[in-house]
């Protein structure tokens, strides 16, 4: 029983058949809240071999897992039937799964043990944007196996934010399709003149946003150390219980069920949800109608002097804090709070550098 909702990507979902039909390689560009991420793998299983098999490439294994089983939803089933994931220590897969849902070392490590992928007849790279090394290893691997053993696989990369035209042209003149998302309005309120820490900031923010707005607040911060001294902050100025308000971290290292509670709807507390960039993309969490951004994320960048990757607290990029804004207006006009002013949003780089141009190599060539 596939879902009655439409998104916008059902628009062009013809015209992306066509072109894998006629071309190996594929960009759709598609901003947050188009559908891809679930609507594109669905829609193109009727137009491969019998049999075959779609492996789409999620970063984050909350998302990886959160898309496998909204589609076998769609489908009427459960995760592991027609649709199924493979992620670090947990896999639902059958020998009836068609798509599967897998991320970025599983495939890698996939393509180690079946170099030419027998059996499978599309490889989706989803939110290709964020650049991981993974990403671009599994990609250039992909390539390879199409060039050498497979030229029947055909390749699909899909993006909200990155420019296309480079990608496009490595893809050998790919042809590039472009969907139009579905946000509603999102208003913009800076925070610049917050002073003290960031747990103060964020703190005194959410307090704000909390008597200002209704529905479900995310905020976004640089790791998990900034989320448990928010977290510590909020609950010294605010009495949850009181106000009827459920506290939830989200990163990458928190236990699986505990991402889930955070995703899933409160059905009578207001939700906040403090959380990494793992939020940014891919993730619906649902009832989320205010985003307090904090302006920084977290990454690895090589430092000369030690010859090793450490992890570095720098500004957020542009299209990152346009994505983070975005979340707010997924299922109604939202709000958005900046703990930055308007200057320096428009200071920040227009996009993130990808992993490959400021890690250390070295994991990368020895796979």
Same mark, same amino acid.
């Given at each position: 029983?596939?879902?009655?909702?439409?998104?916008?990507?059902?628009?062009?979902?013809?015209?992306?058949?066509?072109?894998?039909?006629?071309?190996?390689?594929?960009?759709?560009?598609?901003?947050?809240?188009?559908?891809?991420?679930?609507?594109?793998?669905?829609?193109?299983?009727?137009?491969?071999?019998?049999?075959?098999?779609?492996?789409?490439?999620?970063?984050?294994?909350?998302?990886?897992?959160?898309?496998?089983?909204?589609?076998?939803?769609?489908?009427?089933?459960?995760?592991?039937?027609?649709?199924?994931?493979?992620?670090?220590?947990?896999?639902?897969?059958?020998?009836?799964?068609?798509?599967?849902?897998?991320? @970025?070392?599983?495939?890698?490590?996939?393509?180690?043990?079946?170099?030419?992928?027998?059996?499978?007849?599309?490889?989706?790279?989803?939110?290709?944007?964020?650049?991981?090394?993974?990403?671009?290893?599994?990609?250039?691997?992909?390539?390879?196996?199409?060039?050498?053993?497979?030229?029947?696989?055909?390749?699909?990369?899909?993006?909200?934010?990155?420019?296309?035209?480079?990608?496009?042209?490595?893809?050998?003149?790919?042809?590039?399709?472009?969907?139009?998302?579905?946000?509603?309005?999102? @208003?913009?309120?800076?925070?610049?003149?917050?002073?003290?820490?960031?747990?103060?900031?964020?703190?005194?923010?959410?307090?704000?946003?909390?008597?200002?707005?209704?529905?479900?607040?995310?905020?976004?911060?640089?790791?998990?150390?900034?989320?448990?001294?928010?977290?510590?902050?909020?609950?010294?100025?605010?009495?949850?219980?009181?106000?009827?308000?459920?506290?939830?971290?989200?990163?990458?290292?928190?236990?699986?069920?505990?991402?889930?509670?955070?995703?899933?709807?409160?059905?009578?507390?207001?939700?906040?949800?403090?959380?990494?960039?793992?939020?940014?993309?891919?993730?619906?969490?649902?009832?989320?109608?205010?985003?307090?951004?904090?302006?920084?994320?977290?990454?690895?960048?090589?430092?000369?002097?030690?010859?090793?990757?450490?992890?570095?607290?720098?500004?957020?990029?542009?299209?990152?804090?346009?994505?983070?804004?975005?979340?707010?207006?997924?299922?109604?006009?939202?709000?958005?709070?900046?703990?930055?002013?308007?200057?320096?949003?428009?200071?920040?780089?227009?996009?993130?550098?990808?992993?490959?141009?400021?890690?250390?190599?070295?994991?990368?060539?020895?796979?």
């Amino acid at each position: 029983m596939a879902s009655k909702t439409t998104y916008p990507i059902d628009n062009v979902l013809p015209q992306l058949k066509d072109a894998l039909l006629r071309r190996p390689a594929v960009v759709l560009h598609a901003p947050p809240g188009a559908g891809k991420t679930t609507r594109v793998p669905l829609a193109l299983l009727d137009t491969l071999p019998s049999k075959s098999k779609i492996v789409m490439l999620e970063p984050r294994r909350i998302a990886a897992v959160s898309a496998a089983r909204w589609m076998a939803k769609c489908l009427g089933e459960e995760a592991g039937q027609t649709v199924g994931y493979a992620i670090r220590f947990d896999s639902r897969i059958s020998e009836k799964t068609r798509i599967e849902v897998v991320t @970025e070392g599983v495939l890698t490590r996939r393509i180690q043990a079946d170099p030419g992928l027998e059996g499978t007849s599309l490889v989706i790279f989803d939110e290709f944007h964020e650049r991981s090394l993974h990403a671009d290893l599994a990609l250039t691997l992909c390539m390879d196996i199409r060039k050498e053993l497979r030229q029947d696989l055909k390749l699909l990369v899909m993006s909200a934010t990155l420019e296309t035209g480079p990608l496009a042209e490595l893809l050998g003149s790919a042809p590039v399709i472009s969907s139009t998302g579905r946000t509603f309005p999102v @208003e913009e309120r800076y925070l610049g003149g917050l002073q003290g820490p960031l747990a103060e900031r964020v703190s005194a923010a959410v307090r704000t946003a909390l008597r200002e707005t209704a529905g479900d607040m995310l905020v976004f911060l640089p790791g998990a150390g900034e989320i448990r001294s928010c977290a510590q902050a909020l609950k010294s100025a605010v009495d949850l219980s009181e106000n009827a308000l459920s506290l939830h971290p989200l990163f990458g290292d928190l236990p699986f069920e505990e991402q889930e509670r955070a995703i899933l709807p409160s059905k009578d507390r207001r939700k906040i949800v403090l959380a990494t960039n793992i939020a940014e993309t891919s993730l619906t969490i649902e009832g989320v109608q205010v985003v307090v951004d904090s302006g920084l994320t977290r990454v690895l960048r090589y430092d000369p002097a030690s010859g090793m990757n450490r992890l570095m607290t720098v500004p957020s990029s542009r299209s990152s804090a346009e994505q983070r804004k975005g979340r707010a207006g997924r299922l109604g006009p939202g709000v958005c709070y900046r703990l930055y002013d308007k200057i320096t949003f428009q200071s920040m780089p227009e996009h993130s550098p990808p992993e490959i141009t400021t890690s250390d190599l070295s994991s990368l060539v020895l796979e």
